[in-house]
């Protein structure tokens, strides 16, 4: 405003505001006073991000990462493939440059490639009732009535009204906060849709997030405005070339021997003069501290002094994906030279919905990864890995007969039960999002917490770099705050 007078520091700390809310700040203001100690937890893409990207401003950065490898979630496996092929354990798809911004930016600036997914988008196939037709709504309405279709159209149109109504509100954290408290659930009580175009809907919820009765709404609401607009082909259009775990090797090459690996924290005590982090290899003190990890594993660290309740709350209770990925391997692509289709099959089975992990891969083989969640993969837990192969197997043979004499190998990905994630991914359950959510993007004291469940992208690569990002920006505003 033309006449006002804002001191520097209150200019810096609407900034930092800012930034938490997502804007992000110029680069002139981000220049680092001076270089800092700076401890990032976990190597996972946003820890990676984040040390990148402090690095860059001048800081001295170690990261700590408890695995024996770096890339957490994003996962390319290999082993136990022929011929070369490899699947996404963990963080699978890239959506458009329009959406997925920075990830695009990562990829280019590291040299590396995308790869479309599917060579016709559209050539799927539903598998619904034991019946098998074409992945269109054409062909779902032939099957089983225009109905079905309009109502699941119902669904998304009401879904998307409301979101818009909301969400853009400048104070939308406050206009959407009601619907915290309902469930996805309790919402299609009220729609009383068609009893199967309830239950594909409550199957697609299932597979993207987790039991509709587990989701918080306004949660949801947050999803579809992000995606307000956004084309379906615009989603989930890529996957690095030659693996997505080639991003976050590519970033740590960065970082060299900055980063300690099978180096699982213990505690983390923080005190006026800066932060002590102890792991299991020894100690190490820091200005800032960055918390780059799902939430479950931060339940085994003791935290002196003890965090915020809103944040000991988030850690001990955030809502994450039970998601299941069963990788099995073909000598054949069966589902294309027998059936006609990329691979992509949405049913209404437990497995929910597959994709051919192999789509750009050469070779005469491929591999077919069915993702479980929800009640469904919750219920594969107790069993033993050969026993989810068969438990999947079983369900592609009905979908695709004669499948099962053509299996070469095959892998499972159980991220409920990995240690040092606890679930996939994040997804707010009633009562969670709007008191979580903000405070987890919020400094507290020294340290600084980052991860797809921070970011408006929840449950996506693109989250976890932004978030990284965001932090990065977070500590240098703080810094020059402080001078």
Same mark, same amino acid.
């Given at each position: 405003?033309?006449?006002?007078?804002?001191?520097?520091?209150?200019?810096?700390?609407?900034?930092?505001?800012?930034?938490?809310?997502?804007? %992000?700040?110029?680069?002139?203001?981000?220049?680092?006073?001076?270089?800092?100690?700076?401890?990032?937890?976990?190597?996972?893409?946003?820890?990676?991000?984040?040390?990148?990207?402090?690095?860059?401003?001048?800081?001295?950065?170690? %990261?700590?990462?408890?695995?024996?490898?770096?890339?957490?979630?994003?996962?390319?496996?290999?082993?136990?493939?022929? !011929?070369?092929?490899?699947?996404?354990?963990?963080?699978?798809?890239?959506?458009?440059?329009?959406?997925?911004?920075?990830?695009?930016?990562?990829?280019?600036?590291?040299?590396?490639?995308?790869?479309?997914?599917?060579?016709?988008?559209?050539?799927?196939? #539903?598998?619904?009732?034991?019946?098998?037709?074409?992945?269109?709504?054409?062909?779902?309405?032939?099957?089983?009535?225009?109905?079905?279709?309009?109502?699941? +159209?119902?669904?998304?149109?009401?879904?998307?009204?409301?979101? @818009? +109504?909301?969400?853009?509100?400048?104070?939308?954290?406050?206009?959407?906060?009601?619907? +915290?408290?309902?469930?996805?659930?309790?919402?299609?009580?009220?729609?009383?849709?068609?009893?199967?175009?309830?239950?594909?809907?409550?199957?697609?919820? @299932?597979?993207?997030?987790?039991?509709?009765?587990?989701?918080?709404?306004?949660?949801?609401?947050?999803?579809?405005?992000? #995606?307000?607009?956004?084309?379906?082909?615009?989603?989930?259009?890529?996957?690095?070339?030659?693996?997505?775990?080639?991003?976050?090797?590519?970033?740590?090459?960065?970082?060299?021997?900055?980063?300690?690996?099978?180096?699982?924290?213990?505690?983390?005590?923080?005190? +006026?003069?800066?932060?002590? $982090?102890?792991?299991? @290899?020894?100690? %190490?003190?820091?200005?800032?501290? %960055?918390?780059?990890?799902?939430? =479950?594993?931060?339940?085994?660290?003791?935290?002196?002094?003890?965090?915020?309740?809103?944040?000991?709350?988030?850690?001990?209770?955030?809502?994450?994906?039970?998601?299941?990925?069963?990788?099995?391997?073909?000598?054949?692509?069966?589902?294309?030279?027998?059936?006609?289709?990329?691979?992509?099959?949405?049913?209404?089975?437990?497995?929910?919905?597959?994709?051919?992990?192999?789509?750009?891969?050469?070779?005469?083989?491929?591999?077919?990864?069915?993702?479980?969640?929800?009640?469904?993969?919750?219920?594969?837990? =107790?069993?033993? !890995?050969?026993?989810?192969?068969?438990?999947?197997?079983?369900?592609?043979?009905?979908? #695709?007969?004669?499948?099962?004499?053509? $299996?070469?190998?095959?892998?499972?990905?159980?991220?409920?039960?990995?240690? #040092?994630?606890? /679930?996939?991914?994040?997804?707010?359950?009633?009562?969670?999002?709007? @008191?979580?959510?903000?405070?987890?993007?919020?400094?507290? /004291?020294?340290?600084?917490?980052?991860?797809?469940?921070?970011?408006?992208?929840?449950?996506?690569?693109?989250?976890? $770099?932004?978030?990284?990002?965001?932090?990065?920006?977070?500590?240098?505003?703080?810094?020059?705050?402080?001078?």
């Amino acid at each position: 405003m033309v006449g006002s007078k804002v001191s520097r520091k209150a200019f810096l700390q609407l900034l930092m505001a800012s930034v938490a809310a997502g804007v %992000v700040a110029p680069a002139s203001v981000l220049a680092a006073p001076s270089p800092k100690q700076i401890v990032v937890i976990g190597a996972g893409l946003a820890g990676l991000v984040a040390a990148y990207e402090l690095k860059k401003q001048g800081h001295q950065v170690t %990261v700590l990462e408890a695995r024996d490898r770096v890339g957490g979630r994003v996962y390319t496996l290999r082993e136990g493939f022929a !011929n070369g092929q490899y699947a996404e354990a963990g963080g699978e798809y890239i959506d458009s440059f329009n959406v997925h911004r920075q990830m695009h930016r990562y990829v280019q600036t590291f040299g590396l490639r995308l790869a479309p997914v599917h060579s016709e988008p559209t050539d799927g196939i #539903y598998f619904v009732r034991q019946k098998r037709c074409d992945f269109s709504d054409a062909a779902l309405a032939a099957s089983f009535g225009q109905g079905v279709v309009d109502e699941v +159209d119902r669904f998304w149109i009401t879904l998307e009204l409301l979101a @818009r +109504d909301a969400f853009r509100k400048p104070d939308w954290l406050t206009a959407a906060a009601p619907w +915290d408290q309902q469930s996805v659930a309790q919402w299609m009580d009220t729609l009383a849709l068609e009893p199967l175009a309830r239950e594909l809907t409550e199957q697609y919820l @299932r597979g993207e997030m987790d039991e509709p009765d587990q989701l918080s709404m306004m949660f949801l609401m947050e999803q579809a405005a992000l #995606y307000d607009k956004v084309p379906d082909q615009r989603l989930e259009m890529y996957r690095i070339q030659g693996g997505n775990g080639q991003l976050p090797a590519a970033i740590a090459r960065t970082l060299g021997d900055a980063i300690w690996l099978s180096c699982p924290v213990k505690a983390i005590e923080q005190s +006026d003069q800066g932060v002590q $982090v102890i792991h299991d @290899r020894g100690s %190490v003190r820091a200005d800032y501290v %960055v918390i780059a990890t799902p939430l =479950p594993p931060l339940r085994q660290v003791r935290f002196s002094p003890e965090l915020p309740e809103v944040v000991g709350d988030a850690i001990a209770h955030l809502n994450y994906g039970s998601h299941v990925k069963v990788m099995i391997q073909f000598d054949e692509r069966i589902w294309r030279t027998r059936y006609q289709s990329t691979g992509l099959t949405i049913t209404d089975l437990p497995i929910g919905f597959a994709t051919d992990a192999t789509a750009r891969q050469s070779g005469q083989s491929g591999i077919l990864t069915a993702y479980i969640s929800g009640q469904y993969g919750e219920a594969l837990l =107790p069993l033993s !890995n050969e026993a989810r192969i068969q438990n999947v197997l079983d369900q592609y043979e009905a979908i #695709y007969p004669g499948c099962r004499s053509h $299996v070469k190998a095959a892998q499972t990905a159980v991220w409920p039960q990995e240690r #040092y994630a606890g /679930g996939s991914y994040s997804n707010y359950g009633p009562g969670q999002f709007s @008191r979580y959510w903000p405070a987890l993007r919020q400094p507290h /004291g020294r340290l600084f917490f980052a991860g797809e469940h921070t970011d408006n992208f929840v449950g996506y690569m693109e989250g976890a $770099v932004r978030s990284g990002q965001r932090v990065a920006q977070q500590i240098q505003l703080q810094e020059a705050v402080a001078a």
